[in-house]
C-alpha cells in the first residue's frame, strides 16, 4: 500500500501565499508522475500543475505564473507554491502520485481558503 499526506493547507487572504506539501510513503519503488488537483464547492476536480520524473511541468491556464510545483526525489515528496492566491483558488486540493507499475494513488485533501 501507499498512502500520500498533504499538509500545508489554511486560510489565506487574497494576493497571499502558501506552500502544499505531499509526503508519499509506503510500497513505493519508482514514482513517474507527481500532481496537484482541485475541487471547489459544487464543481469537479481539475488539475492543477504535473511534474514529471524527469523534472518536466505543467500547469492549468488558471495558476500558470502563479503556482509552482516541485518534487524531492529523495523524500518521495511533492510541493506546490502558490502565489498571488485569488478568491477562485479556494479548494480542496489534492495530490496524485503515478508510480512505475501505473498504478495511481490519492492523498485524502487538504483545504485551501483564500478570503479577506
Known amino acids: 500500500q501507499v498512502q500520500l499526506v498533504e499538509s500545508g493547507g489554511g486560510l489565506v487572504q487574497p494576493g497571499g501565499s502558501l506552500r502544499l506539501s505531499c509526503v508519499a510513503s509506503g510500497r513505493i519503488n519508482s514514482i513517474n508522475g507527481m500532481g496537484w488537483y482541485r475541487q471547489a464547492p459544487g464543481k469537479g476536480r481539475e488539475a492543477v500543475a504535473m511534474?514529471?520524473?524527469?523534472?518536466?511541468?505543467s500547469y492549468s491556464n488558471s495558476v500558470k505564473g502563479r503556482f509552482t510545483i516541485s518534487r524531492d526525489n529523495a523524500k518521495n515528496t511533492v510541493y506546490l507554491q502558490m502565489n498571488s492566491l485569488k478568491p477562485e483558488d479556494t479548494a480542496v486540493y489534492y495530490c496524485?502520485?503515478?508510480?512505475?507499475?501505473?498504478?495511481?494513488?490519492w492523498g485524502q485533501g487538504t483545504q485551501v481558503t483564500v478570503s479577506s
Open positions: 496524485s502520485v503515478v508510480l512505475s507499475n501505473r498504478l495511481t494513488y
Open positions: 511534474v514529471s520524473s524527469g523534472g518536466t511541468t
